[in-house]
């Protein structure tokens, strides 16, 4: 993915994620040593997008800044904070399109109701071609 | 000149298309039996398209970097094999293979249709022929494939490293066909809803296009998604990402077409929706390279980023989508239908099952296009991503599945039979293992708690209509339907083991030191630098062993100079149980690597599932395809009548 | 079939086509902005960047005067020519505080050596913990903080000449 990060590095006339001298933060390549909290950073990771690298998460960019986040979730993890928590802190900052899950707020009702509305649609669609009452 | 051959070749090809649609015009308005023409004129237009394109892999064979487009996506020092693949693995070159395959597609509709009406084939003929048009007229306005550079460049830019891989040989040719194929489908539906006779026959008449586009679909994913699995390097295979979206949308559209035609051709009912699923699904296929080559999305799949091209394509979309709409809503009204179904029939089920993959393409599309639509109402910036689909999509599919099990085995008109007792065995195949999965692993998320037995059932209940009868009789179709709903099956179970117990363990390695993920025990043994044929590289030699022998495994991280770029190769050892796949990371300033694995037990199974899926698809294309071509075209008949 | 179920799926496609025409007319904007405008800076105490220069932290802020906060690094290419625009600003009466983001003393002490310093403090960000904490997403990028250490304004990109008015406007509206 480095090639996508160059490539839009490049195409983005503004801040330039350039490769700096230190190496990447303590916990951005190391798993918590336990396991539930891991596993609950990934799912977090994996849901939440790289600055830098657009279309990619934060779990899987090579970029140092999304090695850095990596850091800072575990950190927070392993200090006892939630997942929705640290996920909120980020939205704080960056706004809801930082988190690939939709939030609770107005402008994601549609999504959620969408399904819903799809099935009754379906339904009352397709209810005209079956025989739904016993015939005498 | 041989640059400027396919140049010609295309101009022609256009002009050609031209004409065929003419003479659907004149064959609709006037009592003019334009049938050999037509035919002659498209085959043709199919021969000329071909032409074009086999020029352009000749300059791409030769790299001839006179021609831009090969300055920009190749260099001498290529292998040859991503010479040829490079000529495809840009916006251009893809493009002309679309056409290409457009006028093909129309060439062997006009050709080797048989039991079709004849007003109907023509309609159909002229229609493929105006696609053709648009996509030909983008091509030599917006997008000229053979474009020369002068003076010419001494070398090319290469292509990115990303694509050199057998991947790319394999997976944009089978999506192309597969797109493309349904354009016929597009086309049949158009003609007819022109000539009002939307019928049995139309149904047998689209079928086996619709059957071997959607195989292709089936495979060119199901690569697609493998190949992202082990090149990219984050040990998942689907992102929903909006241009896998975009793949994902035409392959719903047309399974969802498929299992509507047998309706259509066995009780010829469901005439409304067959047309509107075979309009839709063609259209996904444009929507879908509108995303990837207008510039509005970023994605690995994005191709050049260009307003206007897009601007060129949006219009097409409206132009073609807008007018089989149009002409569904005006004519729609003419499609009478018959009786409604038996509540317990196989109409019913299949009924049920259209809707069910309706709701989900339109939960893909909505999800997928949902913040450009939130941004253009209110400014504000929102991403839908897996768990959106996933929370969505995933219960649906397995509701779906589980009717995968029982519709095959209902009659039509009306089921007498105990159908559910047959289905006791899979039931309870099913109950067993979500309960074993309670003991086994307590702590499963919950679509692959339920989908694991969802599975199994379908496993069990896909093999229902060959069981009880000589399966040697059975109909080569019903065979293609059992390995096709098996590969349902199979898919499930692997997407349900890879959600539930994948192990990965990543940390930081000095040499000779060990890291355990799952079962395995993992030495690095050493970290050296090696180089290919236009690349260097640092390559790790790991030693893995689970207690019966050692695996070595060779990771690597590959530099390239033309374009410069950096690439993770992971190494990856295939077992009956599962894949253990290994990258290699960056070094620690401790001395050590970081090392990144994967113990993905049974993941394989996801794509032999998709493979089997594609089987069972091409199985029922010869069946039908071997009934339809005993009988002598309908064509020739009318000559010696 | 009644018309409202014909004519829907053109009603469907002309809002679709309406959104990407909207979408092709306004490409989307890849820049992230921090979402923290109008809000206090997070509490932050860092470690000087370049020793004997002075570390930054929250309080600093709270001077009765604007300040900008410029996040930049000694390996920023677009960083070395932003440096003369701040001295400019710093010229004209400006306070500025740099943090040095994922960066070592001595190659920070070269930059400014070799470009200049218009800097008062300098903090130090090894691992890009403050950048996130205040929603930034790349270097360089500057903040104007009121007296009372409130965010009032981002600026992401390099300062450069033709933004000067703006960043001196903001400036006053942040008194």
Not at chain 1, 132 to 136: D, E, G, P, Q, Y
Not at chain 2, 568 to 571: I, K, P, Q
């Given at each position: 993915?480095?090639?996508?990060a160059?490539?839009l590095?490049?195409?983005l006339?503004?801040?330039?994620p350039?490769?700096?001298?230190?190496?990447?933060a303590?916990?951005?390549?190391?798993?918590l040593p336990d396991?539930r909290q891991?596993?609950?950073?990934?799912?977090?990771?994996?849901?939440?997008r790289c600055?830098?690298?657009?279309e990619?998460?934060?779990?899987?960019?090579d970029?140092?800044l999304?090695?850095?986040?990596r850091?800072?979730v575990?950190r927070?993890?392993a200090a006892?904070?939630?997942?929705?928590?640290?996920?909120?802190?980020?939205?704080e900052?960056?706004?809801?399109?930082?988190?690939?899950r939709?939030?609770t707020?107005?402008a994601?009702w549609p999504?959620?109701?969408?399904p819903?509305?799809?099935l009754?649609?379906g339904?009352?669609l397709?209810q005209r071609r079956?025989k739904?009452?016993?015939?005498? | 000149m041989i640059?400027?051959?396919?140049?010609?070749a295309l101009w022609l090809a256009a002009g050609?298309?031209?004409?065929?649609?003419l003479?659907?015009?004149i064959a609709?308005?006037t009592?003019l039996d334009?049938?050999?023409?037509?035919?002659?004129v498209?085959?043709?237009?199919g021969?000329l398209a071909?032409?074009a394109?086999?020029?352009?892999l000749l300059?791409f064979?030769?790299s001839?970097?006179?021609?831009?487009?090969v300055f920009?996506?190749?260099?001498?020092?290529k292998?040859?094999i991503?010479?040829?693949?490079?000529?495809?693995?840009?916006?251009?070159?893809s493009?002309l293979?679309w056409?290409?395959?457009?006028?093909?597609?129309g060439a062997?509709l006009?050709l080797l249709s048989?039991?079709?009406h004849e007003r109907?084939?023509v309609a159909?003929?002229?229609?493929q022929?105006a696609l053709?048009?648009?996509f030909?007229?983008?091509l030599?306005i917006?997008?000229?494939p053979f474009?020369?550079?002068l003076?010419?460049?001494?070398?090319?830019?290469g292509?990115?490293?990303l694509?050199?891989?057998p991947?790319?040989?394999?997976h944009p040719?089978t999506?192309?066909?597969?797109?493309?194929g349904?354009s016929v489908a597009?086309?049949?539906?158009v003609?007819a809803?022109?000539?009002g006779?939307v019928?049995?026959?139309l149904a047998r008449a689209m079928r086996?296009?619709v059957?071997?586009a959607w195989?292709?679909?089936?495979?060119g994913i199901?690569a697609g998604s493998?190949?992202a699995?082990y090149?990219?390097?984050?040990?998942?295979y689907?992102f929903?990402?909006?241009v896998?979206n975009?793949?994902?949308?035409?392959?719903?559209?047309?399974?969802a077409l498929?299992?509507?035609i047998?309706?259509?051709?066995a009780?010829?009912?469901l005439k409304?929706?067959?047309?509107?699923l075979?309009v839709?699904?063609?259209s996904?296929?444009m929507?879908?390279?509108?995303?990837?080559?207008?510039?509005?999305l970023?994605s690995?799949h994005?191709f050049a980023?260009d307003?206007?091209?897009g601007?060129f394509?949006l219009?097409?979309l409206a132009?073609?989508?807008?007018?089989?709409f149009?002409?569904f809503?005006?004519?729609?009204?003419?499609?009478k239908?018959g009786?409604?179904?038996?509540?317990?029939s196989?109409e019913?089920g299949?009924?049920?099952?259209?809707?069910?993959?309706s709701?989900?393409l339109?939960i893909?599309?909505l999800?997928?296009l949902?913040?450009l639509f939130?941004?253009?109402?209110s400014?504000e910036?929102?991403s839908?991503?897996?768990?959106?689909?996933n929370?969505v999509?995933?219960?649906?599919a397995?509701v779906?599945a589980i009717?995968?099990g029982?519709?095959p085995?209902l009659?039509?008109?009306?089921?007498r039979?105990?159908?559910f007792?047959?289905l006791?065995?899979?039931?309870?195949l099913?109950?067993?293992?979500?309960?074993?999965?309670f003991?086994?692993?307590?702590?499963?998320g919950?679509l692959?708690?339920?989908?694991l037995?969802?599975?199994?059932f379908?496993?069990g209940?896909?093999?229902?209509p060959l069981v009880?009868r000589?399966?040697l009789?059975?109909p080569?179709?019903?065979?293609?339907?059992?390995?096709?709903h098996l590969?349902?099956?199979?898919s499930?179970?692997g997407?349900a083991m890879?959600?539930a117990f994948?192990s990965?363990?990543?940390?930081?390695?000095?040499?000779?030191?060990?890291l355990?993920v799952?079962p395995?025990?993992v030495?690095?043994?050493?970290v050296t630098?090696?180089?290919?044929?236009?690349f260097?590289a640092i390559?790790a030699?790991?030693?893995?062993t689970?207690?019966d022998?050692?695996?070595?495994?060779?990771?690597q991280t590959?530099?390239?100079?033309?374009?410069?770029?950096?690439t993770?190769?992971?190494?990856i050892?295939?077992?009956?149980n599962g894949q253990?796949?290994?990258?290699?990371?960056?070094?620690?300033?401790s001395?050590?690597w970081q090392l990144?694995?994967?113990w993905?037990?049974f993941?394989?199974?996801i794509w032999a599932?998709g493979?089997?899926?594609?089987?069972?698809?091409?199985?029922?294309m010869t069946?039908r395809?071997?009934?339809?071509r005993?009988?002598k075209?309908?064509w020739?008949k009318?000559?010696?009548? | 079939?009644?018309?409202?179920?014909?004519?829907?799926?053109?009603?469907?496609?002309?809002?679709?086509i309406l959104?990407l025409v909207?979408?092709?007319a306004t490409?989307?904007d890849t820049?992230?902005s921090?979402k923290?405008?109008?809000?206090p800076l997070?509490?932050?105490?860092l470690?000087a960047?370049v020793?004997?220069k002075?570390?930054?932290e929250?309080?600093?802020?709270?001077?009765?005067?604007?300040?900008?906060l410029?996040i930049f690094?000694?390996?920023?290419v677009?960083?070395?020519?932003?440096?003369?625009?701040l001295?400019?600003?710093?010229?004209?009466?400006v306070?500025?505080d740099g943090?040095a983001?994922?960066?070592?003393?001595q190659d920070?002490a070269?930059f400014?050596?070799r470009?200049?310093?218009?800097y008062?403090?300098?903090g130090?960000d090894?691992?890009?913990?403050?950048?996130i904490?205040?929603?930034s997403?790349?270097?360089?990028e500057?903040?104007?903080?009121?007296?009372e250490g409130?965010?009032?304004y981002q600026?992401i990109?390099?300062?450069?000449?033709?933004d000067?008015?703006?960043i001196l406007?903001?400036?006053e509206?942040?008194?």
């Open positions: 993915m480095r090639l996508i160059l490539l590095a490049l195409m006339a503004q801040p330039l350039a490769d700096s001298n230190l190496p990447p303590y916990w951005a390549n190391r798993q396991a891991e596993a609950r950073a990934q799912s977090l990771m994996e849901e939440v600055l830098v690298c657009q990619q998460s934060m779990a899987d960019s970029a140092e999304a090695g850095d986040m850091d800072l575990r927070r993890i006892g904070e939630s997942p929705d928590q640290v996920r909120s802190w980020l939205i900052r960056y706004g809801s399109w930082v988190s690939y939709p939030t707020e107005p994601s999504l959620w109701l969408a819903l509305a799809l009754l649609v339904a009352f397709v079956i739904l009452k016993a015939r005498r | 640059a400027e051959t396919g140049l010609a050609l298309a031209a004409l065929q649609f003479l659907m015009v609709l308005r009592t334009v049938g050999r023409t037509i035919r002659a498209a085959a043709v237009q021969a071909l032409t394109f086999v020029m352009l300059v064979a030769r001839d970097m006179s021609v831009a487009l920009e996506n190749s260099h001498t020092a292998p040859f991503y010479k040829i693949a490079g000529a495809w693995g840009n916006h251009e070159g493009m293979l056409v290409t395959v457009l006028s093909g597609a062997c006009g048989r039991q079709t109907t084939l159909a003929l002229g229609a022929a053709a048009l648009g030909y007229a983008f030599l917006a997008s000229n474009a020369r550079l003076p010419a460049p001494p070398n090319g830019k292509l990115n490293p694509l050199q891989d991947g790319l040989a394999f040719p999506l192309y066909f597969g797109y493309v349904l597009f086309s049949l539906a003609g809803l022109l000539t006779e019928d049995a026959k086996p296009w059957l071997g195989t292709l679909l089936t495979l199901t493998y190949w699995y090149e990219l390097g984050w040990g998942g689907w929903w990402d909006p896998e975009a793949s994902l949308m035409p392959w719903l559209a047309a399974t498929l299992h509507s047998n309706v259509l051709a009780r010829g009912a409304a929706w067959t047309m509107m075979a839709v699904a063609f996904m296929s929507v879908g390279t509108f995303l990837v080559r207008s510039g509005i970023t690995v994005a980023i307003p206007q091209r601007t394509l219009a097409l132009i073609y989508v807008g007018a089989a149009i002409l809503a005006v004519r729609g009204a003419t499609l239908e009786a409604p179904f038996e509540l317990v196989r019913t299949l009924v049920v099952n259209n809707l069910l993959l709701v989900i339109g893909v599309f999800g997928t949902y913040p939130v941004e253009a109402v400014g910036k929102l839908v991503g897996a768990p959106y689909f929370a999509a995933g219960p649906l397995l779906l009717l995968v029982i519709g085995l009659s039509w008109r009306r089921e039979r105990p159908v007792k047959q006791t065995v899979p039931a309870l099913g109950v067993t293992v979500f309960v074993i999965s003991i086994v692993a307590p702590a499963m919950v692959p708690r339920v989908g037995p969802v599975a199994m379908l496993a209940a896909s093999i229902l009880g000589n399966p009789r059975a080569i179709a019903t065979w293609g339907m059992v390995v096709a590969g349902i099956a199979v499930l179970v997407m890879n959600a994948t990965e363990r990543l940390a930081v390695v000095r040499p000779n030191e060990t355990t799952g395995w025990t030495l690095l043994k050493e630098p090696t180089a290919g044929q236009n260097t390559e030699e790991l030693r893995a689970r207690g022998g050692i695996k070595v495994l060779k990771p590959r530099y390239f100079t033309d374009p410069p770029m950096e993770n190769e992971a190494a050892d295939t077992f009956w253990l796949y290994t990258v290699i990371g960056k070094p620690d300033p001395g050590g990144r694995l994967w993905k037990p993941v394989t199974l599932g493979v089997l899926i594609a089987l069972g698809g091409a199985i029922a069946g395809v071997r009934r339809q005993r009988r075209p309908e020739r009318e000559r010696y009548a | 079939m009644s018309r409202a179920i014909r004519f829907a799926p053109l009603a469907l496609l002309l809002i679709v959104a909207w979408r092709l490409p989307a820049t992230v921090s923290l405008e109008g809000q997070p509490v932050f105490q470690a960047a020793p004997p002075a570390a930054l929250t309080a600093d802020f709270a001077t009765g005067q604007p300040r900008i410029n690094a000694s390996w920023c677009p960083c070395i020519s932003e440096v003369k625009v001295q400019g600003l710093k010229r004209r009466g306070h500025i943090i983001i994922r960066d070592r003393p920070v070269a400014l050596d470009n200049g310093d218009p008062e403090r300098i130090a090894p691992q890009s913990a403050l950048q904490a205040l929603g997403s790349g270097v360089p500057s903040f104007i903080v009121d007296g409130i965010i009032r600026h990109g390099p300062i450069e000449a033709s000067v008015p703006k406007k903001k400036l509206e942040a008194r």
